[in-house]
């Protein structure tokens, strides 16, 4: 379907929002079904989900994609039924149909139309396993409904739990609740095709709660000569009519709006006089509604009024400097008053505008671990493997920017845990374990940082094995051997498959959480026991609260994040061990760095140094390094921009900022400088 209009372009827009929280729940549903094949609230929320992915899919001309929520409708209707079983083989089917359906929904969010899909394969795999083939006829799936049948020659409705919730949802919705009763012609030879016509067009301008006969599973043909359907909408009875029931062969049409004693009485009869309260009182005007407290925006929105905030927050610090400079100078009291006061409100407005501006930036960390049960799940199966799948913390919130990069290091990660670290069945028993493996997935915040675990109780890192392949002497401690396994190309498996072998997984790790997100991620690992990958992720990218220092007359940030603390060091507790330059503290050795002589070249006047300076003592996983600044200026939170690399060639700078006065500030990469150090100094570079 070609949408050409601004209207069509909304509604394609809507279309594909409301289509990814449907299959993120259908997802989610069908995972939980797959675990309690019996649970009804899954059974009928995939019901009900696949029911508005088929609707809405046909209301935009997706002929393919409303094919297959349709089917799988079905599939679901016959279930809750009792008619269809819920076998492997059934379930397999149904994921792959919702593959399909995720595949269609990523082609038409590009601009292309579903009709180069192949939707036969899937829909006749779930008919022949669900029993839905039209030449079984009306044996199996289709012998459903005779008590169904028998109660429309009474024109009555069986209304059951999935019904009632419909009811309920649509009268909070301020629809009117409609019975239509279709007689059709004796005259026409098939009368199902022809009350089919008046279904579908109902089902497209409303919400069909229930038919009888039932439409989905055609029964006897002779059954359909009255068809009653209850349905819901805004429309009023003359637009039903007109819209859905134009319809030749039909003898006789008529629509009843069900009143407050329609649905008590129809409630009561079923299921007693406490449900019929209950949906009175939804009807009354008195009952309360929740309105919805959340809008979908572009996350290319968001960021345009962050940049603005972020120009706000320089235009802040650039009033507090002339605040500050009209201070200093006499007389003009009121004036210095003013701007007082005018900083001050900035200064709150700014503040409280950061902060409402950074809560938009900030998702739970759920949008991410979601997919991750349907990932083990698949691989697991693959695999041969007992899986299960333990995930904690997804309320944690982290920037949404971090999310989108965090992606591929973890799923690397599980696929690794699934196809290295845990054992098969058979390897589990060997070793005394049980039969089924365990990953537990979990997220925390931690100060200024968010802590991701990824844990298994598999086999360990093998670190002789790492040691030998990478040919590493054997003084060199296990922790460093195991950094190993980051490095481009290594991989300890001797067999490539479409899962490892490639060695290209965890450098993916290394190079996205280290360079990309500026993390750091540890492994811990207990041979035949367990492994564990700690991830440690800042808040943000995009603020970052920074110590500002002065350095051979220029301005510098360290992220507070990356300081233990700032120390007075004397000249006479400097001293040389193995040509370096290390600091006597607390009774330890610190290697220090003077950091002029690295950001602008050794200074001619080495030997006349002073005899006090300030130090900031900064720890990274690889251990402490004191660095040596002519000035600790103060603390600020930096709107972090890009560098170049023109600027930045030997990589000593995360980022650049702006300060107050209109200065550029480079922020330093601790990291780097750390692994510098540690890798033959700075001279080597």
């Known amino acids: 379907m070609t949408f050409s209009g601004l209207d069509e372009q909304k509604l394609l827009r809507a279309f594909l929002e409301e289509s990814e929280e449907l299959l993120e729940k259908l997802n989610d549903n069908l995972l939980q079904l797959e675990r309690d094949t019996s649970n009804p609230d899954s059974i009928n929320e995939i019901f009900r989900l696949t029911h508005s992915l088929k609707s809405e899919s046909a209301l935009l001309g997706f002929v393919r994609l409303s094919g297959i929520a349709h089917r799988l409708e079905d599939v679901f209707d016959g279930i809750r039924s009792g008619t269809v079983s819920l076998s492997r083989p059934l379930m397999d089917a149904i994921f792959s149909a919702s593959d399909l359906i995720h595949e269609i929904i990523a082609r038409i969010s590009i601009g292309k139309s579903d009709e180069e899909i192949d939707s036969q394969s899937v829909i006749r795999e779930l008919k022949q396993l669900a029993g839905l083939a039209p030449e079984i006829g009306t044996e199996g799936y289709g012998a459903a409904a005779p008590d169904r049948s028998e109660r429309a020659d009474e024109g009555g409705l069986v209304l059951?739990?999935?019904?009632?919730?419909?009811?309920?949802?649509?009268?909070?919705?301020?629809?009117?609740?409609?019975?239509?009763?279709?007689?059709?012609?004796?005259?026409?030879?098939?009368?199902?095709?022809?009350?089919?016509?008046?279904?579908?067009?109902?089902?497209?301008?409303?919400?069909?709660?229930?038919?009888?006969?039932?439409?989905?599973?055609?029964?006897?043909?002779?059954?359909?000569?009255?068809?009653?359907?209850?349905?819901?909408?805004?429309?009023?009875?003359?637009?039903?009519?007109?819209?859905?029931?134009?319809?030749?062969?039909?003898?006789?049409?008529?629509?009843?709006?069900?009143?407050?004693?329609?649905i008590q009485d129809a409630v009561s009869a079923s299921r007693g006089e406490e449900t019929a309260r209950a949906v009175a009182a939804a009807q009354t005007p008195s009952a309360s509604r929740i309105e919805g407290t959340s809008?979908?925006?572009?996350?290319?929105?968001?960021?345009?009024?962050?940049?603005?905030?972020?120009?706000?927050?320089?235009?802040?610090?650039?009033l507090s400097q002339l605040h500050d400079n009209v201070a200093r100078q006499k007389g003009n009291e009121s004036i210095k008053g003013e701007v007082e006061r005018a900083s001050d409100h900035l200064e709150r407005i700014t503040t409280e505008m950061q902060q409402a501006i950074m809560g938009t930036r900030m998702v739970p960390i759920a949008v991410l671990f979601n997919k991750f049960p349907r990932l083990v799940r698949d691989l697991s199966r693959k695999l041969g493997k007992n899986v299960d799948l333990e995930i904690h913390g997804k309320e944690t919130e982290i920037d949404r920017t971090i999310v989108e990069v965090l992606s591929d290091p973890l799923t690397h990660i599980i696929r690794n845990s699934l196809d290295h670290g845990l054992e098969g069945p058979e390897d589990r028993r060997a070793a005394e374990?049980?039969?089924?493996?365990?990953?537990m997935i979990s997220a925390h915040q931690q100060g200024g940082q968010v802590v991701?675990?990824?844990?298994?109780?598999?086999?360990?890192?093998?670190?002789?094995?790492?040691?030998?392949?990478?040919?590493?002497?054997?003084?060199?401690?296990?922790?460093?051997?195991?950094?190993?396994?980051?490095?481009?190309?290594?991989?300890?498996?001797?067999?490539?498959?479409?899962?490892?072998?490639?060695?290209?997984?965890?450098?993916?790790?290394?190079?996205?959480?280290?360079?990309?997100?500026?993390?750091?991620?540890?492994?811990?690992?207990?041979?035949?026991?367990?492994?564990?990958?700690?991830?440690?992720?800042?808040?943000?990218?995009?603020?970052?609260?920074?110590?500002?220092?002065?350095?051979?007359?220029?301005?510098?940030?360290?992220?507070?994040?990356?300081?233990?603390?700032?120390?007075?060091?004397?000249?006479?507790?400097?001293?040389?061990?193995?040509?370096?330059?290390?600091?006597?503290?607390?009774?330890?050795?610190?290697?220090l760095l003077r950091l002029d002589s690295v950001l602008i070249g050794p200074s001619e006047d080495q030997q006349n140094r002073r005899r006090e300076h300030n130090g900031v003592v900064v720890e990274q996983r690889r251990g402490r390094v004191c660095l040596l600044v002519d000035e600790l200026v103060e603390e600020e939170d930096l709107v972090i921009k890009p560098i170049s690399e023109l600027l930045n060639h030997r990589r000593l700078f995360s980022g650049v900022s702006v300060l107050g006065d209109g200065k550029i500030i480079f922020i330093l990469d601790t990291a780097r400088i750390m692994e510098i150090i540690e890798t033959g100094g700075f001279d080597a570079i």
């Open 295 to 318: 809008i979908r925006v572009g996350t290319n929105k968001l960021n345009e009024i962050w940049q603005l905030v972020g120009e706000l927050t320089i235009f802040k610090a650039q």
């Open 452 to 591: 991701i675990e990824i844990a298994d109780d598999g086999r360990g890192l093998d670190v002789d094995k790492i040691r030998q392949k990478a040919g590493i002497a054997s003084e060199v401690s296990d922790e460093e051997v195991i950094q190993t396994i980051f490095s481009p190309g290594f991989s300890t498996k001797e067999d490539v498959t479409d899962l490892s072998g490639r060695g290209v997984g965890m450098d993916i790790v290394a190079t996205r959480i280290r360079e990309e997100l500026k993390g750091e991620v540890e492994v811990r690992s207990e041979p035949g026991e367990s492994t564990l990958i700690r991830i440690l992720l800042p808040l943000t990218l995009t603020i970052l609260h920074s110590l500002v220092i002065s350095c051979a007359g220029y301005y510098y940030a360290i992220p507070v994040q990356d300081i233990d603390e700032t120390v007075r060091v004397l000249e006479e507790e400097i001293f040389k061990n193995k040509g370096s330059e290390v600091y006597s503290y607390e009774g330890n050795e610190m290697p």
């Open 160 to 262: 059951g739990d999935f019904e009632y919730s419909q009811i309920m949802e649509a009268l909070e919705r301020g629809e009117k609740i409609y019975e239509l009763t279709v007689m059709v012609s004796e005259e026409v030879e098939l009368k199902y095709p022809r009350a089919y016509l008046v279904f579908n067009n109902l089902e497209m301008i409303a919400n069909v709660i229930q038919t009888v006969p039932n439409m989905t599973v055609p029964q006897e043909d002779q059954l359909y000569r009255q068809l009653v359907v209850l349905l819901s909408s805004e429309l009023d009875e003359e637009e039903i009519y007109s819209k859905a029931c134009s319809v030749d062969l039909i003898e006789r049409l008529e629509l009843e709006v069900w009143d407050k004693t329609s």
């Open 433 to 439: 374990k049980e039969e089924v493996g365990h990953i």
